[in-house]
């Protein structure tokens, strides 16, 4: 009986860190772009973004890694001062239609 209860303990303490670490995680599994506002959903949470309001200035990296190969990042740096980085494996998937925005109306924002 008291091995039962130690398994327990133990399952509750992993679950506890699990959800921990998911709610920091900074990786979005989801992007919607609706006017100027910016909604990016994460495993336990949602952000939203006001892009004409909260944007400070943004701009798009491409990365090359040597395991996962080549993938694109959004950055997006806050009036706040925190920074929001959006991933994609290729120029044209979820990121873009962000990026088209972005460059129709706050390309004065475009950080080099």
Not at 17 to 37: A, D, F, P, R, Y
């Amino acid at each position: 009986m008291d091995y039962l209860y130690i398994v327990i303990v133990s399952i509750l303490i992993v679950s506890a860190l699990m959800i921990v670490l998911l709610t920091n995680t900074k990786n979005s599994n989801n992007i919607i772009l609706q006017g100027n506002k910016l909604t990016i959903f994460h495993p336990l949470k949602r952000e939203d973004i006001n892009l004409d309001a909260d944007l400070q200035k943004w701009n798009v990296q491409k990365i090359q890694t040597l395991w996962r190969g080549k993938f694109y990042s959004l950055n997006l740096q806050l009036k706040s001062g925190k920074w929001n980085r959006l991933y994609s494996r290729n120029f044209t998937g979820k990121i873009a239609p962000v990026i088209e925005y972005l460059e129709n109306t706050s390309p004065e924002k475009k950080a080099e």
